[in-house]
Nanobody, 127 residues
């Protein structure tokens, strides 16, 4: 059974850093896109960043640009999200997901274009 497992969430203070991991297992193919999303209580799920696996092109939401870096380790079937200069507004549950759309579609980071979601990992940033 295909599975995505996130890890690395924690509680940090403003300005701190975290690295999230998302490991894909039992996939017999490589999805076109792997993305990071987050959802805070009472808010809609929003895209954060992702990578188009055909060429490892990264894309980011405006909220992540300059602070977050997404990368992928093909050998480990794992995607990472390095988050620096964290702010209280980054507090959320972070999910990873995969997609089969084009780069143009995947990079828009619409959750409807992704499937096979992980369970999520909690990130809490205190002031």
């Amino acid at each position: 059974q295909r599975q995505l497992v996130e890890s690395g969430g924690d509680s940090v203070q403003t300005g701190g850093s975290l690295r999230l991991s998302c490991t894909a297992s039992e996939y017999t193919y490589t999805p076109n896109c792997m993305g990071w999303f987050r959802q805070a209580p009472g808010k809609e799920r929003e895209g954060v960043a992702g990578v188009y696996t055909r060429g490892d092109a990264a894309y980011y939401a405006d909220s992540a640009k300059g602070r977050f870096t997404v990368s992928r380790d093909k050998a480990k079937n794992t995607m990472y999200l390095q988050m620096d200069s964290l702010r209280p507004e980054d507090t959320a549950t972070y999910f990873c997901a995969v997609g089969v759309e084009s780069f143009r579609t995947c990079s828009k980071l619409h959750h409807a274009d992704y499937y096979d979601w992980g369970q999520g990992t909690q990130v809490t940033v205190s002031s």
